[in-house]
């Protein structure tokens, strides 16, 4: 069982739509992520907070837009998507940044299916 | 800057033989060392990591991973294959120190599908 709960599991919009995808850990976690991986493809890094405070950004477009509200919750509001967008988004968490201390192993969320129209 | 490579697309072998699934990276500094399994539809799950110390890792599910420095590998093996074990693998790296500032995500290889046949 994974301890990074993302919601709703699968979610259909189209193009015109505004939504938003949400992740929640209670590992005390102070780094989240959240990647991109399409079909039999390996996970693509999207953005990183750290501290609740957006580290990296790569070069994702403005249609994705992150919010970490707070330490435990890690917020991607979607909206006027293309149907290119369509994949599997990931969330993760690690411990603290290396300077903490940590080897950085990610603990991923189940993920959100998104599928746009 | 970080990288890492798996040759293979896919890893074919017969339940109860031995699998190996190949890895190797590209860094500026020392590596910290990953194996993450998927199965379908689901997240990744962590397998085993490298740090430092020995270069046998042991991790979940009888897995177990060799560090090579020479060869800059960082190989899955497991003793004893079971058709459970058939999904998908990703071998990550993330460089320390961090080559870029702020830069502290992993980075994953192109991952290799294992399928045990009973």
């Known amino acids: 069982d994974t301890e990074v709960t993302q919601t709703p599991k699968h979610l259909v919009m189209g193009m015109t739509n505004k939504k938003s995808l949400k992740c929640e850990q209670h590992m005390g976690h102070r780094a989240m992520y959240w990647y991109k991986q399409k079909a039999k493809k390996p996970p693509e890094l999207m953005f990183v907070?750290?501290?609740?405070?957006?580290?990296i950004n790569e070069s994702v477009p403005s249609r994705f837009s992150p919010e970490c509200p707070n330490s435990s919750l890690l917020n991607l509001h979607l909206h006027a998507l293309q149907p290119e967008d369509s994949a599997l988004y990931l969330c993760?968490?690690?411990?603290?940044?290396?300077?903490?201390?940590?080897?950085?192993?990610?603990?991923f969320g189940e993920g959100s299916r998104l599928t746009v129209l | 800057a970080q990288s890492v490579a798996q040759p293979e697309d896919q890893v074919n072998v017969a339940e109860g033989n031995p699998l190996t699934v190949k890895c190797t990276y590209s860094v500026s500094g020392n590596p910290y060392l990953f194996w993450y399994v998927q199965y379908p539809n689901r997240g990744l799950q962590f397998l085993l990591k490298y740090i430092t110390g020995d270069n046998l890792v042991k991790g979940s599910y009888g897995f177990e991973a060799e560090f090579n420095k020479s060869q800059t590998s960082f190989h899955l093996k497991k003793p004893s294959a079971l058709v459970s074990d058939s999904a998908l693998y990703f071998c990550?790296?993330?460089?320390?120190?961090?080559?870029?500032?702020?830069?502290?995500?992993?980075?994953f290889g192109s991952g290799t599908r294992l399928q045990v046949q009973p």
């Open positions: 993760a968490s690690s411990q603290d940044t290396m300077a903490g201390g940590s080897t950085g192993e990610l603990f």
């Open positions: 990550a790296v993330r460089e320390y120190p961090p080559e870029r500032k702020g830069r502290r995500a992993l980075t």
């Open positions: 907070y750290s501290y609740e405070k957006l580290s």
